[in-house]
Structure formats: C-alpha cells, structure tokens
C-alpha cells in the first residue's frame, strides 16, 4: 500500500459523459500527477499539480481538466467522454519533485 | 521528446533461468525507475537508479544504469512463479515519468 488513495476503483458510463476521479496524495506529499494506462497508448502522464498550481502538463485532452485544492488532494475531470477514454487512471503523489508512489488507480469504462 | 524503449516486449522463462530486461532512453535523464504491475493493479517501485553505474538488488532481480549508453538492464537470476507480471522501465523527463512499453514476464514450471 503505498499510502495514495483513489476513488472510485471503478467507474462505468456511456459516451457523452462527464466524470470526476478523485486521488488523495501520501501525508505530506506536495505534488500529484496524473497518468493514463491504455493498451493502445500504454501508460502516460497526464498533468502535474504541485501545492495547488499546475507545474507540467502532458497528453491531456482539452475535454480533460484538474485541480489540486487546499488540502492537497486532487481530481480529474472528463468529459464529453468517447470509448477511447476507457483505461486505467493512475494518480501518483511526491515530497516534490522526486519518486512518485502511485495509487490504486480507478478503471473507466466508457459504453 | 524523450523516447524510452524496452526489449523485449514479452519474455516467457522457464523457471531457474536467467534472463534480462533491456531499457534504452533517448535523452538525458537524472534518475530511471523500474516498476513491477500485476494484471488490474497498481505500479509498484523496484528500483530507483540516480548515477552512472547503479546497481541495486533485491531478491532475484538487480538493476543498473549506465548513463552514458542511456541504458538500464534488469536482469531475473533463477526466475520463480512469482516473478510473473508486467515491469515498466521509467525516465524521469522534467517534472513526469516517461514509461517504456513494458514486458510482460511469464515464468514457466
């Protein structure tokens, strides 16, 4: 258990769709990232939030967003969702900029 | 961009056998990951490598890094059951995580 957690495990919805992942980093821990597992595209990062701003961004979709709030946890966002978005949805927290230990992930499956 | 490849892509073994896992990245890098998945689960760390010539251990699996080449090799000594699973080499790349493909290791009895 690496002390990141994510809801939902798992998450079913139709084409069209707006869902809202959440991830809560490891006490203490500063940054949180965002990755996607797919079989077609396999794992790739998605967006980084350290202390509450945006620091990296990476192949996110425009119909994806996030945020990072106050208390250090952080969602995702997606919408208008196609059936390519259904993967596996990783979030991963640091100290800072250093080893990232990754939650559980939440698996979407888009109808 | 960074690019991160890993050979091979699917490694069947049979048990007691050695073999290695190869990552080439394309651009230097501070510090290379190894990750072990299991089917549906998370990522979990191996081995962090940081400088030129690492090498770490742990059980039946050694990893090491040589900077100059950009290549970090994992190598399985006397493969068991249990080794079974998917393992993902990853170069950090400004603030994210590049990822390889990954192979998909399958230990034989």
């Known amino acids: 258990d690496s002390g990141v957690t994510q809801t939902p495990k798992h998450l079913i919805t139709a084409t069209g769709q707006r869902v809202t992942l959440r991830c809560s980093p490891r006490?203490?821990?500063?940054?949180v990232y965002w990755y996607q597992q797919s079989l077609d595209q396999g794992l790739q990062f998605l967006i980084q939030?350290?202390?509450?701003?945006?620091?990296a961004k990476g192949n996110i979709l425009e119909r994806f967003s996030a945020q990072q709030f106050p208390d250090l946890h952080s969602e995702l966002n997606l919408s208008s969702l196609e059936l390519g978005d259904s993967a596996l949805y990783f979030c991963?927290?640091?100290?800072?900029?250093?080893?990232?230990?990754f939650g559980p992930g939440t698996r979407l499956t888009v109808l | 961009e960074l690019k991160v490849e890993q050979n091979p892509l699917f490694l069947s073994m049979q048990e007691g056998k050695n073999y290695t896992i190869y990552c080439n990245y394309s651009?230097?890098?501070?510090?290379l990951y190894w990750y072990r998945q299991d089917p549906g689960k998370s990522l979990e760390s191996l081995f962090v490598?940081?400088?030129?010539?690492a090498v770490k251990q742990e059980g039946r699996l050694m990893a090491s890094l040589d900077t100059k080449a950009r290549l970090s090799t994992l190598h399985i000594t006397a493969a068991v059951h249990d080794l079974s699973a998917t393992y993902f080499c990853?170069?950090?790349?400004?603030?994210?995580?590049?990822f390889g493909a990954g192979t998909i290791l399958r230990v034989k009895s």
């Open positions: 991963a927290s640091s100290v800072a900029f250093n080893e990232q230990f």
């Open positions: 006490s203490g821990d500063l940054s």
């Open positions: 939030y350290y202390n509450g701003e945006e620091r």
């Open positions: 651009t230097t890098s501070d510090r």
């Open positions: 490598l940081l400088s030129n010539g």
């Open positions: 990853a170069v950090e790349y400004g603030n994210k995580l590049v």
